[in-house]
């Protein structure tokens, strides 16, 4: 009996870490509402609405919107993470480029 509670446990044990790993490796779906605040307190300072909205703009794509944010922010060394950069693409997708289905 004891040997037996003993691999349940060791069991729980190792799904628990397993799910506990696999958890701060995933990252959630992006938030156009954080993305808004990132947004307004980092790239506003030099960007107004117009930039996006010009004949001549530079994302074609939400993949080439990801990488113009993912340059912009190493740029003026934000470190952002990879959420932050899929909550920021969400905002801008959804309130002025609607691109389509994301791209990760």
Not at 27 to 51: F, I, M, W
Not at 85 to 100: A, F, K, M, P, Q
Request: net charge positive.
């Amino acid at each position: 009996m004891m040997r037996m509670t003993l691999s349940v446990f060791h069991t729980l044990a190792i799904a628990a870490l397993c799910g506990i790993a696999g958890a701060v490796g995933a990252q959630s779906p992006a938030d156009a509402g954080r993305g808004r605040g990132l947004y307004e307190n980092h790239c506003t300072v030099c960007h107004t609405a117009k930039v996006h909205s010009r004949v001549n703009r530079l994302s074609m794509s939400q993949a080439e919107l990801r990488d113009i944010v993912d340059r912009w922010q190493r740029e003026e060394k934000l470190r952002w993470s990879a959420q932050d950069i899929s909550d920021v693409v969400e905002y801008l997708n959804r309130t002025r480029y609607g691109y389509g289905a994301a791209v990760r």
